[in-house]
């Protein structure tokens, strides 16, 4: 049986992941594949335990050394538990977030650095990588707007962070794609939903079957 794939599906707050993220399930099961939709933080019972540390109280909760490595270890649980052995079933998995968002987050915005959080990943996941990594992306901060009203009544304590933080993270994305263009590709998430998820179609045309 062939080996299924993996993909990441990335973005700051409010570019439409979520919304995309079962739009892309549904057009590859079209495509009579078989598909597992995951998350990070998340994705097995160990990594939604570390979930809820991550996201739950709060702001200064963790030290940024503290919280990248429950990132780490979530994602590390998660492959184990889930990802591995779908993918060795011929199964696609498609997960919401992944390293990407680490080095985003954590590496770009948190100021750890990319390597830092690339040593982490080697340690804990033997540095597995997603077959291809699609990044949404809104131009001048409107994805920030978009979740600032959506979330007008409190969002989690990394969302929750200041736009300079999410402008950083935005930064951290075009950086993962510039240093790994053949993994990591960057979506325009404007226009209508069907067009946007038609690009990210387009984005995996060469992994489909
Ligand atoms: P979500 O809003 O997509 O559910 O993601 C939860 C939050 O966790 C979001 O603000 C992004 C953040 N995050 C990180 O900071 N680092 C990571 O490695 C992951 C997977 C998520």
Not at 27 to 40: I, N, P
Not at 179 to 204: F, H, K, M, Q, S
């Amino acid at each position: 049986m062939a080996r299924g794939r993996f993909i990441s599906l990335e973005g700051g707050e409010g570019v439409g992941k979520s919304t995309q993220l079962a739009a892309l399930a549904q057009a590859l099961e079209g495509r009579g594949l078989e598909v597992v939709v995951t998350r990070e933080p998340g994705g097995s019972p160990g990594a939604e335990a570390i979930r809820k540390l991550l996201l739950e109280g709060e702001d200064g909760r963790w030290t940024l050394r503290a919280e990248a490595l429950l990132f780490a270890a979530a994602r590390a649980d998660h492959i184990a538990k889930t990802i591995r052995p779908a993918l060795a079933e011929g199964k696609w998995v498609l997960s919401d977030r992944f390293l990407d968002s680490s080095l985003a987050y954590q590496g770009e915005a948190g100021g750890l650095g990319f390597e830092a959080i690339r040593d982490l990943h080697r340690f804990g996941s033997e540095d597995f990588l997603p077959d291809r990594t699609l990044v949404l992306r809104l131009e001048g901060g409107e994805g920030a707007r978009r979740a600032a009203s959506r979330d007008a009544d409190g969002a989690d304590r990394i969302g929750g962070r200041p736009p300079s933080y999410h402008a950083l993270v935005d930064a951290g994305f075009a950086k993962s794609a510039e240093a790994d263009p053949d993994r990591v590709r960057l979506i325009d998430a404007a226009g209508n939903e069907a067009t946007v998820t038609a690009r990210l179609l387009y984005a995996l045309g060469d992994l489909l079957p």
